[in-house]
């Protein structure tokens, strides 16, 4: 099927595109103003003009042209589509531990097409362990696709069918779960696991990839090879969150799922662990403990699910000036949750006290989180925070916004009755809460 209508060209461009029966990954030839362009038809940039053509040259350098009626296009060569052959599968040791790894998606999971230089999500976790065939020499690896999303699609739904599956394979009694996932939400889901996966007598590991694994600087091997190694030998059992500890490929570092976030947009070691530290390290296939407080791996244990997640929470940032309209207009559309993430220790304008009194009334449960990250919350500092208080919002102490959101979303996939809620969010699942929140003076200075 041609792809040509939706490349995002238009007007002239297109008409002369599709005139010359040209596809995107087609080689074309463009003479405008003299001078003659010849290299790859690849699709608008996003943000691109619709009307400017862009080829890719042989140099590798993208060039747009702007097309006007004294434009010759015409088609000089046929595109070849990319293609993947994955790997043969390595052979498996019997006296490793068996772990299975579970594609969702990602740039993990995805390759580059260099005739676009567009990055597709395209490999499953099979073509991973051929792609990493060092991982044989590390566990017996079982392999499963359980969807193959970019993780800024994925959604409540998605972490019940995640949840439900590493369920599933933890009662066949593998030794360790790992989770291929997209760097952008995989915080949220690790988040939602450690709440919906209780008991684990295993480690659950998610692991992302800053770069795509066929890039020479991908950090997904590092990353998958230590995953793999935390959850088959690790003497924890938890939901652990494992990328690059620093920029280079040296190791690892596995966060506990509640307190880990994003901090960075491109560098390999964007996970920090919040408020607290990580639970181990895999450097040189060795793992080392960071902590003594964990949950140890016991093959007896008995998991206990709680996959559900309630689709009627929202996230409302504080911010100067907030209309807050915005919680009406939640509380109107039958929300049964609002994490206010609020400034400082615990506050929102006094404009919006009237609204949250309203969607109390309602019995809708409010809870606070401070924008700030790193710290714990305390409303009993300002009269603002103690109104907040009275009025019967919920302080999330030391939870970020993005755990203490997913807590409210699975929290109320549990019971619909406020009060039960309530406590239920104020009861430590899986380390979200402690009792007083670490120094981090290290981690704010850069290190970890
Ligand atoms: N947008 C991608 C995702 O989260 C980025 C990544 O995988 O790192 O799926």
Avoid at 17 to 22: G, H, M, Y
Avoid at 387 to 405: A, I, N, Q, R, W
Wanted: aromatic residues 6%; neutral net charge; proline residues 4%.
């Amino acid at each position: 099927m041609s792809q040509i209508e939706d490349s995002g060209y238009e007007g002239e461009a297109l008409r002369l595109l599709k005139q010359a029966d040209c596809d995107i990954g087609d080689i074309i030839r463009v003479s405008s103003k003299g001078k003659v362009y010849e290299g790859i038809l690849i699709p608008r940039p996003e943000l691109g003009e619709g009307t400017i053509v862009i080829v890719k040259m042989k140099s590798g350098y993208n060039v747009g042209i702007k097309v006007t009626k004294d434009v010759k296009l015409e088609k000089v060569g046929k595109g070849t589509k990319p293609t993947f052959a994955s790997p043969p599968i390595p052979k498996q040791n019997p006296a490793l531990p068996h772990v299975v790894i579970m594609s969702t998606g990602g740039t993990i999971a995805s390759r580059v097409d260099y005739r676009t230089g567009a990055v597709r999500s395209a490999i499953s976790a099979s073509d991973l362990y051929g792609v990493v065939p060092e991982l044989a020499d590390v566990a017996r690896v079982d392999t499963e696709i359980v969807f193959s999303l970019y993780s800024e699609n994925i959604t409540q739904k998605q972490w019940t069918e995640l949840a439900e599956t590493v369920a599933k394979r933890i009662e066949q009694g593998v030794d360790g779960v790992v989770i291929a996932h997209g760097t952008d939400t995989m915080a949220y889901t690790s988040a939602a696991l450690s709440f919906a996966l209780q008991n684990l007598p295993v480690p659950v590991i998610v692991v992302g990839a800053q770069r795509s694994s066929d890039r020479p600087s991908s950090d997904a091997a590092t990353n998958l090879i230590g995953a793999v190694k935390a959850a088959g030998e690790a003497p924890f059992a938890e939901v652990g969150l494992a990328m690059h500890e620093t920029v280079s490929d040296i190791g690892i570092v596995v966060h506990r799922g509640t307190k880990v976030r994003k901090c960075h947009t491109s560098r390999r070691d964007t996970f920090k662990s919040i408020n607290g530290f990580p639970i181990a390290k895999v450097k040189d296939l060795q793992v080392t403990m960071q902590t003594d407080q964990y949950q140890h791996r016991d093959a007896k244990k008995k998991l206990v699910l709680k996959p559900n997640f309630s689709e009627k929470v929202a996230l409302v940032k504080f911010y100067p000036g907030l209309d807050p309209a915005i919680i009406d207009f939640y509380v109107e559309k039958g929300f049964k949750g609002i994490l206010l993430e609020g400034s400082g220790l615990g506050h929102v304008s006094k404009f919006c006290f009237d609204a949250i009194k309203r969607a109390v009334a309602k019995g809708v449960l409010v809870a606070l989180a401070s924008q700030c990250i790193w710290g714990r919350v305390n409303m009993n500092v300002y009269d603002t925070g103690r109104d907040l208080l009275s009025f019967g919002v919920v302080p999330l102490d030391e939870m970020f916004p993005e755990t203490g959101l997913v807590k409210l979303m699975w929290v109320l996939g549990q019971t619909d009755e406020v009060e039960e809620a309530k406590k239920l969010l104020k009861t430590n699942i899986a380390g979200e809460f402690s009792l007083r929140t670490l120094p981090q003076e290290k981690i704010l200075e850069g290190g970890q």
